[in-house]
């Protein structure tokens, strides 16, 4: 989150400025970021965000509320976005102790009970104009911040997954039931590891090869959802899997399985829940904008222009076919 929520933004869109002061003290751990997107009222939809930015002379007075921020309660700076009176997403820093910005913790969380979670509440908050992400306008801000943390959970679910596997495999081997033989010689729990050690070295190879996609700049956003959306949800069935295996030693904190399970759940539906993943791969090899064929509406299928529209919002003009038919998919290859 620190690199890819708040480092990111900074270095990618920030001002010189902004650089020199920030990424330092974040490269160095002096100083905590949190990232704000999600509002009570939007999670999925980041575009109907509630948050407003008003320019009164040099600065900005931000009003709204934004949820779910991890680290926000114990942040030094909080990467916000929000509407500008031209109705444009724009992103600003705001540093702790802002006149009108407040923050709580939430509590009660059965899932990334180590991780502080917490709201940001802007109540004619004033902001310096020069804390103003300078070079990006819309969507295409944050969503680009969520590719890089999406990249990263790709690989951390593959952690949680090997973990519930190690543990798993060696119980299995010392547990011993039926003639007094370890259950690891039982075919049926011999089916629960293959399937486990097969899918996370499939993971493995699908995070290397987005890993090599985005070292050489031809990743797609869609690589990415692909990635998130398969990892987390095989690392969850492993350690459901593993809990199986584990019996009723499964949910007792002697192992790590409940641990990862129910971080696993969280993880399931942050950045980008599994079914918009689907979605954006949907759209990508389709050439069907998500928004707009459930509105009834048609898209030419340029794919430049679809893909302006499934990652900023920015849809192209709408004309409605003569017949269904008339529109070709779309298929391109995620290769």
């Given at each position: 989150?620190?690199?890819?929520?708040?480092?990111?933004?900074?270095?990618?869109?920030?001002?010189?400025?902004?650089?020199?002061?920030?990424?330092?003290?974040?490269?160095?751990?002096?100083?905590?970021?949190?990232?704000?997107?999600?509002?009570?009222?939007?999670?999925?939809?980041?575009?109907?965000?509630?948050?407003?930015?008003?320019?009164?002379?040099?600065?900005?007075?931000l009003n709204g509320e934004k949820m779910w921020i991890t680290s926000g309660s114990i942040a030094d700076l909080a990467v916000v976005w929000a509407k500008t009176e031209d109705d444009q997403i724009r992103g600003f820093l705001v540093e702790k102790g802002a006149p009108g910005f407040k923050t709580w913790e939430v509590h009660g969380k059965w899932s990334l009970r180590a991780s502080v979670t917490s709201g940001l509440a802007f109540v004619d908050c004033q902001i310096p104009e020069e804390n103003l992400l300078p070079g990006v306008v819309g969507l295409k801000g944050p969503l680009s911040c969520l590719n890089q943390a999406r990249y990263g959970i790709g690989w951390g679910a593959l952690g949680a997954a090997m973990a519930c596997y190690d543990t798993a495999l060696g119980y299995a081997k010392t547990r011993k039931q039926f003639a007094n033989k370890p259950i690891a010689s039982h075919q049926l729990v011999q089916e629960k590891l293959a399937w486990m050690i097969t899918e996370i070295v499939k993971g493995q190879l699908l995070a290397l090869h987005v890993g090599r996609l985005k070292d050489n700049g031809r990743v797609d956003p869609a690589h990415i959802s692909m990635?998130?959306?398969?990892?987390?949800?095989?690392?969850?069935?492993?350690?459901?899997?593993?809990?199986?295996?584990?019996?009723?030693?499964?949910?007792?904190?002697?192992?790590?399985i409940m641990r990862h399970m129910n971080n696993l759940e969280s993880v399931y539906t942050y950045e980008g829940t599994n079914d918009i993943h689907k979605l954006v791969i949907g759209e990508r090899i389709t050439g069907y904008c998500r928004v707009c064929v459930m509105s009834e509406a048609f898209h030419p299928t340029h794919l430049k222009r679809v893909k302006s529209c499934m990652l900023w919002g920015r849809c192209p003009p709408r004309r409605a076919p003569a017949r269904r038919s008339y529109v070709p998919c779309v298929h391109v290859p995620l290769g």
């Open positions: 989150m620190q690199g890819a929520l708040v480092m990111y933004p900074i270095y990618t869109f920030g001002s010189d400025a902004q650089k020199n002061k920030w990424l330092p003290l974040l490269q160095q751990g002096k100083a905590i970021g949190c990232f704000g997107l999600t509002e009570p009222q939007f999670g999925s939809n980041p575009g109907g965000m509630l948050t407003r930015a008003v320019k009164q002379g040099n600065s900005y007075i990635l998130k959306m398969n990892n987390v949800a095989i690392a969850l069935e492993t350690a459901r899997k593993a809990r199986d295996i584990l019996g009723a030693n499964g949910i007792v904190d002697d192992y790590c």
